[in-house]
């Protein structure tokens, strides 16, 4: 069974910046299509970021200048920059995976952006 562990998240204040890191467990990590999630209390859960094994990525409208995925495909890793954090990003971060149509998620990281 795949595992995905995040880590990264913390409180900051408005404006400032975050990296959070997604180690993946298992092989063929480069076949595998990785993006973040985030889920806010009371709202749905929704993407944020998502990238198949090349170097381009998508991205959630309220993030689109802010935020960059990249990966790491040699130590099977994702990551997420955030940058000029707003309060509305305040939320549970989570990880995701998906190869073969079969889905993958990790535990979550908090992010808390305060004023």
């Known amino acids: 069974q795949v595992q995905l562990v995040e880590s990264g998240g913390a409180l900051v204040q408005v404006g400032g910046s975050l990296r959070l890191s997604c180690a993946h467990s298992g092989s063929s990590f480069n076949m595998w299509v990785m993006g973040w999630y985030r889920q806010a209390p009371g709202k749905q859960r929704e993407l944020v970021a998502s990238?198949?094994?090349?170097?381009?990525?998508d991205y959630g409208d309220s993030v689109k200048g802010r935020f960059t995925i990249s990966r790491d495909n040699a130590k099977k890793a994702v990551f997420l920059q955030m940058n000029n954090l707003k309060p509305e990003d305040t939320a549970v971060y989570y990880c995701?995976?998906?190869?073969?149509?079969?889905?993958?998620w990790g535990q979550g990281t908090q992010v808390t952006v305060s004023s």
């Open positions: 990238m198949n094994g090349g170097s381009s990525g």
């Open positions: 995701y995976g998906n190869q073969d149509g079969k889905d993958y």
